[in-house]
């Protein structure tokens, strides 16, 4: 089942003793619980809190079977429960518990592993989930599409009394990923510096936090669009900021790898969708490999290769070589700006 807030507050009037959130992405799962908890909160129950993936049943059962001072159901809170990681045994003694409490109300999350955008439950959190289905409220809690970010955004900036200009949420999304913690710290820090009024795309350029994979592909960009200069600058800004050359060269070679995939791709008429499967590509795939795809237009076979290989150079270099990082990498983006801007043949 997936989550839905109107469920939940008929689940929480009806006295509900379980509710269970899952998903892929921690701050959904947050979310769905402090609504629970603060809802219930106004009950004024006495509220234990478990940390960590395996509560022990023991734990549990304390937490859950003492009576609340105030006569009331206690309220039991099970953050981040993996229930991969408990035995056979002691998995059935918790859903025992759960099951044979009275005094408490369960409000429990688990992060899962997604592939190629689907769940994939384990054996162990199948029968968590079937459990909690039977005892109460039970929902994934699905990773919300760029669109609803871009939604989820504005709302945010909204909370806080400012307003994006038009197209700079989508802006922000591209450098700071999908990270909604991120995103809604970022939203923050650019609505103080707009005044709580529009928050624009210099603010966003000069302010928002980005990804080193944002940041590299910007430079590709440049560099396939003949502005190696400008490309040479965004890679001393990011020496500037202290990012290891390594990992810098490393999300330059994934980038040019994204290109090179999505050309094989067209060349073949492959869907991207077979691409993002066949390489295990994951999170907003679709995004990373349209883009890359766009990129790829710019190239053909013969120097896209060639700049793989200077990337692997740079790569060796950086691990063997003595002479200057920053040196060899300013070397290895004007050969790549060679290569991005050449006549196709």
């Given amino acids: 089942m997936l989550y839905s807030e109107n469920e939940v507050k008929k689940k929480i009037q009806a006295g509900c003793g379980v509710f269970y959130f899952y998903g892929a992405d ?14 219930l909160s106004a009950e004024d129950p006495q509220t234990t809190v478990l940390d960590g993936p395996t509560p022990s049943v023991e734990e549990v059962v304390l937490a859950a079977g003492t009576i609340s001072f105030f006569g009331g159901r206690r309220l039991v809170l099970m953050p981040l429960v993996r229930p991969s990681a408990y035995s056979d045994k002691d998995l059935q003694e918790l859903c025992d518990a759960l099951r044979d409490t009275e005094n408490a109300v369960f409000i429990l999350t688990t992060l899962m592993e997604e592939k190629y955008g689907k769940l994939h439950p384990s054996k162990r959190e199948q029968k968590l989930i079937a459990q909690c289905e039977k005892l109460g409220y039970c929902a994934q809690l699905a990773r919300p599409n760029r669109n609803a970010l871009q939604s989820m955004a504005r709302t945010w900036a909204g909370e806080c009394g400012a307003r994006f200009a038009p197209g700079v949420e989508g802006m922000l999304l591209d450098r700071c990923g999908e990270d909604q913690f991120l995103l809604q710290n970022e939203i923050e820090k650019l609505a103080a510096l707009a005044n709580y009024g529009e928050i624009t795309a210099p603010m966003v350029q000069a302010l928002g936090a980005v990804t080193l994979d944002a940041d590299t592909f910007d430079m590709v960009k440049l560099v396939c669009s003949g ?10 800004t ?11 060269t490393g999300a330059l070679i994934s980038n040019y790898l994204d290109i090179y995939r999505a050309f094989l791709a067209k060349k073949s008429r492959r869907a991207l969708a ?34 793989l ?5 740079l790569d060796l270099d950086l691990k063997r070589s003595r002479l200057d990082a920053k040196l060899l990498m300013q070397k290895a983006v004007c050969e790549l700006g060679l290569y991005g801007t050449g006549r196709r043949t």
């Fill in 227 to 236: 502005s190696t200069r400008q490309a040479l600058q965004k890679l001393n």
């Fill in 238 to 248: 990011l020496l500037e900021l202290q990012n290891d050359p390594i990992l810098i």
């Fill in 274 to 307: 077979d691409v993002a499967k066949d390489f295990s590509y994951t999170g907003k795939w679709n995004y990373r490999l349209g883009n890359a795809e766009q990129t790829a237009a710019r190239f053909d076979r013969r120097r896209l290769e060639q700049s």
């Fill in 26 to 39: 921690e701050a959904p799962l947050r979310r769905a619980a402090a609504g629970v908890e603060k809802a």
């Fill in 309 to 313: 290989r200077v990337l692997q150079t």
